[in-house]
């Protein structure tokens, strides 16, 4: 079984990797240090699985060599489940990610990291209502001090392929 | 099915209105500062002051460790004990292992286990636990960002933008991440001007560690000459190169208290990278050079290469020795220096001679990897050899001029 840790660039994507792997890789919170992935392996309920740490990228149409790497991963690894990691201080832009994932038919969980930040900021997320409308568990991280890493990895399991025509008119009923 | 862009962030835009509520932000002092370093009015003076505060924090750090420490420890006790006790004295074994017999200081007896230790472990360490340090703070702070807004204007006169900043500073460490973090760069004529120009122009932090202790008055000099080189190929190589130089549009993280176990955790993998990468490579270098000397090959070469070296460049014959053992290591190459006998100026056009002639080893091999995706490695290397040959003959020439017109060469 497969993880595949994906998100923009500078959203703690390696932070969240460190915590469910416990594998000794560094980080750094400018553009462009997570260029060659990482692999690593947790076991969550039991069953194995290997993660990914897929380099950063803004959407699934590449613009640099970095790009180009995170999708041929996604790409090579169709039965995986997919931790999108979203900075929880700009939901919207990382949702458009999220969103093409998920239309590729990808199992994805979404993870609002750097939740702490979204707090001091005075932002409140709806989680509730995230989670029904998109159909998809949504988990408020802070990877950096491993908040939530553990409730990130428990619904991994649970994640489904979301149905589009469903999805599509469950936002418009908002 | 999917959805089109268009669609996608309709669906996106109703998700958030109905599900995100901002509060106001309140003005924290963090965020006073973070304003304060992107604007150029206080950013500049602000990154002039950073800079040079880590440059100082360098020089001492280096200069406690490896002045007051190393070079005694080295000097009065390692080199005179590994005098006396080593056996065969006059066989070549002892001339590759231990050096001159008559040496009274670590710099110059040049064996591998005298000063091939004293450069790597004496000198390199400090300077580059120091320079890491100093770099795994710039980027865990968020600060690396903020220096690649302020840098962009300029970086645009020369094709670049600001975030080229990052490849030169991490080359200032050391020209391997440096090239390898090319990589970030849009474009393949980007990429290729940033390998070429790190690579000749930026000396790493082993190579000034060692400037530093060998001739702390001439490095600033040095640093200044390069620097100047990098800015005028870049305006050069920006105008021949064929390709594009896009705008970045970036967002610029909050800063961020560091966090110390990352930094440790940093800071060990990249020493422990250098003692399996780099001090084998020293040590070998010392080897290769003495067996070289041995066998004659040295005084053939500079005999061959002389009438370059002292007409068109203006120094000795023997500055052959170190652009040999440059291949392998700049810091020991510069290091090497010390045994030859030259005036100041010299002395700097050799260094700069040494920076410039040819990236080490591990640069090389890394612009070899790196340029497969960046055009092809051919290409990348022809092109890369045609750059450096005319560099080392123009810049490495102009400097000889320059010190006739001063009247110091």
């Not at chain 1, 149409?61 to 995170?70: G, H, R, S, W």
Request: aromatic share 12%.
């Amino acid at each position: 079984m497969k993880i595949l840790l994906m998100g923009h660039p500078n959203v703690g994507k390696s932070a969240v990797f460190n915590r469910l792997t416990g594998a000794n890789i560094t980080e750094s919170n400018y553009p462009g240090t997570t260029v060659d992935y990482t692999v690593g392996y947790t076991i969550i309920g039991g069953q194995e699985y290997e993660i990914i740490d897929v380099p950063g990228t803004f959407s699934t149409e590449p613009k640099d060599e970095a790009e180009q790497v995170a999708l041929d991963i996604l790409a090579d690894n169709e039965d995986a489940t997919v931790i999108s990691v979203l900075d929880a201080t700009k939901v919207e832009r990382g949702l458009y990610l999220s969103l093409e994932i998920i239309e590729e038919g990808f199992p994805v969980v979404i993870a609002l990291n750097m939740w702490d930040d979204a707090e001091k900021r005075n932002i409140h997320i709806d989680l509730e209502r995230l989670r029904k409308v998109l159909g998809v568990p949504v988990v408020p991280t802070v990877a950096i001090s491993g908040k939530g890493i553990s409730e990130l990895a428990g619904q991994v399991p649970r994640a489904e392929r979301v149905d589009l025509k469903e999805l599509k008119r469950r936002i418009e009923s908002l | 099915m999917k959805f089109t862009t268009e669609e996608r962030w309709k669906l996106i835009d109703r998700i958030a209105r109905e599900t995100i509520e901002y509060g106001g932000e309140e003005t924290t002092t963090k965020s006073i500062l973070a304003e304060l370093t992107v604007k150029p009015a206080t950013g500049i003076p602000f990154a002039v002051a950073i800079l040079y505060g880590f440059w100082s924090f360098f020089g001492s750090f280096a200069g406690f460790f490896t002045d007051g420490f190393f070079v005694r420890i080295f000097d009065e006790y390692w080199l005179p004990w590994l005098q006396g006790v080593f056996p065969y004295e006059g066989s070549w074994l002892y001339y590759i292992l231990v050096g001159d017999p008559e040496a009274t200081n670590s710099f110059e007896a040049f064996g591998m286990l005298t000063s091939g230790l004293f450069v790597a472990i004496g000198i390199v360490l400090p300077a580059i636990i120091a320079f890491y340090f100093i770099i795994t703070l710039l980027e865990d702070s968020g600060y690396m960002p903020r220096l690649a807004v302020l840098v962009d204007t300029f970086l645009h006169k020369i094709g670049l933008h600001g975030f080229a900043v990052v490849p030169m500073i991490l080359s200032l460490g050391c020209n391997v991440p440096g090239v390898e973090s090319t990589r970030t760069l849009e474009t393949k004529k980007q990429r290729f001007m940033m390998m070429i120009l790190l690579s000749i122009f930026i000396p790493c932090g082993a190579q000034i560690g060692v400037m530093l202790s060998l001739i702390p008055e001439y490095t600033g000099y040095i640093m200044l000459y390069l620097m100047v080189g990098f800015f005028v190929f870049g305006f050069i190589l920006n105008r021949v190169i064929p390709g594009k130089s896009p705008e970045i549009i970036t967002d610029v993280p909050p800063f961020r208290a560091p966090e110390p176990q990352n930094v440790q955790r940093k800071m060990m993998t990249k020493i422990k990278g250098f003692f399996a990468d780099a001090i084998p490579f020293v040590l070998l270098g010392v080897g290769l050079v003495n067996v070289l000397y041995l066998g004659g090959v040295i005084d053939w070469l500079s005999d061959l290469f002389a009438p370059v070296f002292t007409t068109w460049f203006g120094v000795p014959k023997e500055t052959v020795i170190p652009l040999i053992s440059g291949f392998l290591r700049k810091d020991l190459a510069v290091a090497q220096l010390s045994a030859i006998d030259m005036t100041g100026f010299q002395l700097i056009t050799s260094v700069v001679l040494i920076s410039i002639y040819f990236p080490c080893i591990a640069t090389f091999s890394m612009i070899v990897k790196e340029g497969r995706k960046s055009g092809g490695v051919l290409r990348v290397l022809g092109g890369s050899l045609l750059v450096l040959g005319v560099v080392v003959f123009l810049w490495g020439g102009l400097l000889h001029l320059l010190g006739m017109l001063l009247g110091v060469a």
